[in-house]
């Protein structure tokens, strides 16, 4: 049978696609993939120097070096995706993330990396709270008593015991003399004076869950939590007392600002503010849905505020004046979501 020409131009074709298809090249070049992030729930902010650093759900890490205009994924060596709670810079360079099943992250590049120190699924008990200083000295607390202390900048830990048995540790914080505080439910403020060597229990005006604690620039310290119970101390943890926030909605988070101004948020997207290191209170927002766990002050006048919309920013305006006894309290906004 004869091959016509037309029929050969058609064989040599189709060999050619074939060929073409199935051979190796490169690849095209596909955009980034957008951290949108806004749709993930942020549990903790801090800063890295001038870096913003979000951890949340999923193990997610994000890093900002535009104020929060942007952000990308930072790089996890060990990808557990279990929820992280909270972060912590010692330095600019060295940082501490907490999360679920025990997991402890450490960075010594400012955030853009993270190896992981310690990890436990099998007892799943989540750590919520870390805190350390330039010495190295770095403490995380968790669920059910949970006291860890490391002397070497995160890069090994141990197990301590402390006077709280069983009862979740939401949170700790110091400060440059030794003084120690956590705080955790069922009214638990435990404080120790000698860098965390001893702890000691502290009678509080209230027995509810407290979800955090603050050291305010004046030295007075701050905890908050559950309802709106706002506790104050003038004495380095020694006695407490009970401060009217205006608010009925818990607070999970608080940051003092560069120009003194003190910050809580909470349920329901609530914001309250003070001017006079937390001895009175503005209500800035109230009413919402979406609940917020964490603020830090950006600079540049905005905050940077977490919770389960992902990050978002916030003008710093001008705090309200108090209201005279009896009268209602304004809200200042709506703030920019």
Same mark, same amino acid.
Request: no cysteine; net charge negative; glycine share 14%.
């Given at each position: 049978?004869?091959?016509?020409?037309?029929?050969?131009?058609?064989?040599?074709?189709?060999?050619?696609?074939?060929?073409?298809?199935?051979?190796?090249?490169?690849?095209?070049?596909?955009?980034?993939?957008?951290?949108?992030?806004?749709?993930?729930?942020?549990?903790?902010?801090?800063?890295?120097?001038?870096?913003?650093?979000?951890?949340?759900?999923?193990?997610?890490?994000?890093?900002?070096?535009?104020?929060?205009?942007?952000?990308?994924?930072?790089?996890?060596?060990?990808?557990?995706?279990?929820?992280?709670?909270?972060?912590?810079?010692?330095?600019?360079?060295?940082?501490? &993330?907490? +999360?679920?099943? /025990?997991?402890? *992250? @450490? =960075?010594? #590049?400012? $955030?853009?990396? %993270?190896?992981? !120190?310690?990890?436990?699924?099998?007892?799943?008990?989540?750590?919520?709270?870390?805190?350390?200083?330039?010495?190295?000295?770095?403490?995380?607390?968790?669920?059910?008593?949970?006291?860890?202390?490391?002397?070497?900048?995160?890069?090994?830990?141990?197990?301590?015991?402390?006077?709280?048995?069983?009862?979740?540790?939401?949170?700790?914080?110091?400060?440059?003399?030794?003084?120690?505080?956590?705080?955790?439910?069922?009214?638990?403020?435990?404080?120790?004076?000698?860098?965390?060597?001893?702890?000691?229990?502290?009678?509080?005006?209230?027995?509810?869950?407290?979800?955090?604690?603050?050291?305010?620039?004046?030295?007075?310290?701050? &905890?908050? +939590?559950?309802? /709106?119970?706002? *506790? @104050? =101390?003038? #004495?380095? $943890?020694?006695? %407490?007392?009970? !401060?009217?926030?205006?608010?009925?909605?818990?607070?999970?988070?608080?940051?003092?600002?560069?120009?003194?101004?003190?910050?809580?948020?909470?349920?329901?997207?609530?914001?309250?503010?003070?001017?006079?290191?937390?001895?009175?209170?503005?209500?800035?927002?109230?009413?919402?849905?979406?609940?917020?766990?964490?603020?830090?002050?950006?600079?540049?006048?905005?905050?940077?505020?977490?919770?389960?919309?992902?990050?978002?920013?916030?003008?710093?305006?001008?705090?309200?004046?108090?209201?005279?006894?009896?009268?209602?309290?304004?809200?200042?906004?709506?703030?920019?979501?």
């Amino acid at each position: 049978m004869k091959t016509t020409l037309p029929g050969l131009l058609l064989s040599a074709a189709v060999l050619g696609a074939a060929l073409f298809a199935f051979s190796p090249r490169p690849l095209p070049a596909f955009a980034a993939t957008a951290i949108q992030a806004d749709r993930l729930q942020i549990n903790g902010l801090a800063k890295a120097g001038a870096r913003l650093v979000a951890v949340g759900e999923r193990g997610v890490i994000l890093l900002s070096d535009d104020s929060g205009a942007s952000w990308r994924q930072a790089a996890v060596a060990t990808d557990e995706a279990s929820a992280l709670t909270q972060v912590f810079f010692i330095s600019p360079q060295v940082g501490i &993330a907490v +999360g679920h099943d /025990g997991w402890i *992250l @450490r =960075s010594v #590049d400012g $955030g853009a990396h %993270w190896s992981e !120190v310690q990890f436990d699924r099998k007892h799943s008990d989540p750590l919520l709270s870390v805190w350390g200083n330039a010495d190295g000295l770095v403490f995380a607390t968790g669920s059910f008593g949970q006291l860890f202390v490391s002397h070497d900048a995160g890069a090994t830990w141990v197990q301590q015991k402390t006077p709280a048995d069983d009862r979740h540790l939401n949170a700790i914080a110091g400060d440059a003399s030794g003084t120690l505080i956590i705080a955790g439910e069922t009214g638990t403020l435990l404080r120790s004076t000698d860098r965390g060597a001893t702890w000691e229990k502290r009678p509080v005006p209230y027995q509810g869950s407290l979800f955090g604690v603050l050291k305010l620039a004046d030295g007075d310290w701050l &905890a908050y +939590g559950m309802r /709106g119970n706002v *506790l @104050r =101390s003038t #004495d380095r $943890g020694e006695t %407490w007392t009970h !401060v009217d926030s205006h608010l009925g909605t818990s607070y999970f988070g608080a940051a003092q600002l560069a120009d003194g101004e003190l910050v809580l948020v909470g349920q329901g997207g609530a914001i309250v503010t003070s001017r006079d290191d937390g001895q009175t209170y503005a209500v800035r927002k109230v009413g919402g849905v979406q609940s917020l766990a964490a603020v830090v002050d950006v600079g540049h006048g905005e905050l940077a505020l977490g919770g389960e919309a992902g990050v978002s920013l916030l003008p710093v305006l001008p705090t309200l004046p108090k209201a005279p006894p009896g009268a209602p309290h304004a809200v200042a906004g709506p703030p920019s979501s």
